[in-house]
């Protein structure tokens, strides 16, 4: 069997993310001045794996600049039909096709309300991008398998690159330029231990915290609908609570490992784990015990989305070795519009 779709579009990451740095960049430095300057409150929307792009996002804005990101549930403007108030505002929605209804909705709501609104979309031309204030197009071509993968790595390199300028923090910029090169050196077959792990697994937890919650979200939703594999997110912390009664042994966990202020804590969880007897297998630029590693960029959230190319690649084979087409999920199709 020649490459899927899947793979040969996760692996265009590198040349998506390096044409956006150069093309979008007056978009992202509008949108980075916007996220600086806003008076009134920063709100998102997005639905999948969009979604979690906005979750690595938000923590990125609090942590970097120490403004609280909420993310509105499109069901309340287009549903429930809510009036916003949003005065001063920053509203960001994040989309593949701009095209799904709840969405657009919330965003006219939004605007309505008195919030400025940004769309960083993958169509330009599509109804979401037509209404915003300001577009920031991924420009990621067309995404034929119906998983997203370069969409999400670009949605999440021009997010944290806005919030590296709004900063500003020139190493999380740098990390950024960086990281197209860090994608293209992601060996192949580093992914082959963990791809064999989901192979075999009918059941995981995917655990990460600060930015890495939200890659492993994203991994979370490619195990299930790509390789038809349970899978739940939890950050690192949460995980601790009460999930943490089903590890036993051999129970697998993938911990997404950035080298960050988190790093000592994921690592005595880490242990915690393994001595209940879970099958943990981290994903770190560290080289960790039973690990996957993978190239740096410079900065910890950056890393993350080569973590989650490695990702992609890992669940892609998974699915091909359990009999499924990583290309074409039985009950999903590539645009879901949702009301």
């Known amino acids: 069997m020649g490459l899927t779709h899947m793979r040969r579009e996760a692996d265009e990451a590198a040349t998506v993310v390096r044409r956006l740095l150069v093309r979008e ?28 792009a906005v979750t690595a996002f938000k923590y990125a804005c609090e942590i970097q600049l120490g403004r609280p990101v909420a993310s509105i549930g499109p069901s309340v403007a287009s549903v429930y039909a809510a009036k916003l108030k949003l005065s001063g505002g920053v509203h960001v929605t994040v989309s593949q096709s701009g095209a799904s209804p709840d969405i657009i909705s919330l965003q006219a ?25 300001l577009v920031v197009p991924l420009g990621a071509g067309v995404e034929v398998s119906v998983a997203a993968t370069k969409t999400y790595i670009a949605s999440c390199a021009a997010l944290m690159a806005s919030v590296a300028r709004a900063a500003p923090d020139s190493p999380l910029l740098a990390g950024i330029e960086r990281l197209p090169q860090a994608l293209k050196a992601l060996p192949t077959g580093v992914e082959d231990n963990l791809a064999e792990m989901l192979a075999g697994s009918e059941s995981l937890y995917v655990t990460g915290r600060g930015p890495a919650f939200g890659i ?3 991994a979370a939703l490619k195990a299930k609908e790509t390789a038809g594999v349970h ?49 943990v ?59």
């Open 109 to 133: 709501a939004a605007a309505r309300g008195g919030a400025t609104t940004i769309a960083v979309v993958n169509d330009g031309d599509s109804p979401l991008a037509s209404a915003a204030n």
């Open 25 to 52: 960049t007056n978009g992202i430095e509008s949108m980075a001045r916007l996220l600086a300057a806003a008076p009134g409150p920063l709100t998102t929307a997005a639905r999948g794996s969009s979604d979690h």
């Open 216 to 218: 492993a979200l994203e």
């Open 281 to 339: 297998m981290p994903i770190s630029t560290i080289d960790l015990p039973s690990g996957l590693r993978t190239p740096s960029t410079g900065h910890p959230f950056a890393d993350t989305l080569v973590f989650m190319l490695a990702w992609y690649r890992a669940v892609e084979r998974a699915s091909r070795l359990r009999g499924l087409d990583p290309d074409r999920p039985a009950n999903l199709r590539k645009v879901t519009e949702t009301l």
């Open 231 to 279: 899978a739940e997110a939890f950050s690192m912390a949460e995980l601790m609570h009460g999930p943490l009664q089903l590890v036993r042994e051999g129970f697998p966990v993938a911990v997404f490992v950035p080298d960050d202020a988190s790093f000592d804590g994921t690592l005595a969880a880490i242990e915690r784990l393994r001595r209940l007897g879970g099958l």
